[in-house]
């Protein structure tokens, strides 16, 4: 059964990683939901590494605008400008996480926060996108991301990183909305700011779990991580098509009726 899991868990991470509707909050409530036969300490590591499976999905479909250097045109220093911009934007996350990391996780994981944060936030989507309606972005590509924005977007990616339900995309790209980027640069430049977060806190976890797996939880993360690999492909493919032509109310809707239905079905 932990095998059957394992793939689950990975589908939702795959799809929930990328859309605006929260990673965390729903592996939190799926594992209030499934009795996940693996330690505590076991599981705890791998709700967070198994998104490294996801995180690799970008790196396999924006290769070439994430490597700064081809054969054809050599350097690329516009590359090494946005790359500059995603650590700019890491740096809020970095110090929330080295001076109260611990302390969030104690206080906040719950499903309780979960759906405060699905509901507050989809109504932030609904008024972002009220107010964006008629707007013409001053921002349409990455490239035109200033350094001041990079560093505010990762000032929102802080809601994420303190209370589970946020979605890490979603605070960014609600973000990016309200700086005056387009739907597909806050959404390109979400899926880029996600590598190094998430290998950092990846690596974090792995270092605290000791980097000592029995063959059995070897299999579990790579089953959990290569599903989270594969969904993702289809979902960022989705998701880039979906925002050249649509806003994102629908995502804001689905967390309203999801954090209602968290509360009825705890209490």
Known sequence: MEYIFAILFGIVEGITEWLPISSTGHMILLEEWIDFPMSADFMEMFLVVIQLGAILAVVVLFWK??????????????????????????????????????????????????????????????????????????????????????????????????????????????????LGLSRKAAAEFTFFLAIPVMFGASLLKLAGFGWSFTGRELVVLFLGMATAFGVSLLVIRFLMQFVQKNDFRIFGWYRIILGLLVFVFFF
């Open 65 to 178: 605008r994430l490597v700064p250097y081809s054969r054809e045109g050599g350097w690329d220093a516009s590359v090494f400008h946005m790359w500059w911009k995603i650590g700019v934007a890491c740096i809020p996350v970095v110090l929330l996480e080295i001076l109260a990391g611990d302390w969030l996780e104690e206080m906040f994981y719950h499903y309780q926060t979960v759906g405060i944060m699905l509901v507050a936030v989809g109504i932030a989507f609904l008024l972002v996108e009220g107010w964006n309606e008629d707007r013409i972005p001053a921002v349409g590509e990455i490239a035109g991301i200033s350094y001041g924005q990079a560093f505010l977007v990762g000032v929102f990616q802080l809601l994420a990183a303190a209370f589970p339900g946020t979605s890490r995309s979603g605070a960014t790209i609600i973000g990016g909305l309200c």
